[in-house]
């Protein structure tokens, strides 16, 4: 089965930083062959794009707000996409979700994403 299990949140200061991982298992095609997305959800709001990196790690896409705050990697050979985030605030606040996209782009809808983590909780504190 697929697996994609997040880690890495917590509860963080204003301004501090936060590096979130998502281990991938059970995909078809081979992790490789997965556009990885970072979504965000927060409590009575809309689930929101956050970053996304193609198969290769080459091309990354990232929402305006996260712009030069946050860094989409991934490592192939662990399965594995992480999100580095840097002076977070607490708008940063919400439940954070690793998504898979078994397609060459790197799209930015939740409805492009077949496969989908179980979050990990991101809170900062003012």
């Known amino acids: 089965q697929v697996r994609l299990v997040e880690s890495g949140g917590g509860l963080v200061q204003d301004g501090d930083s936060l590096r979130l991982s998502c281990a991938a298992s059970g995909l078809t095609f081979g992790f490789s062959s997965y556009a990885m997305g970072w979504f965000r959800q927060a409590p009575g709001k809309e689930r929101e794009f956050v970053a996304a990196v193609s198969w290769t790690g080459v091309s990354t896409n990232y929402a305006d707000f996260v712009k030069g705050r946050f860094t989409i990697s991934r490592d192939n050979a662990k399965n594995t996409v992480y999100l580095q985030m840097h002076r977070l605030p607490p708008e940063d606040t919400a439940v954070y979700y690793c998504?898979?996209?078994?397609?060459?782009?790197?799209?930015?809808?939740?409805?492009?994403?077949?496969?989908w983590g179980q979050g990990t909780q991101v809170s900062v504190s003012s």
């Open positions: 998504a898979a996209d078994p397609d060459p782009s790197i799209a930015t809808r939740p409805s492009d994403y077949d496969y």
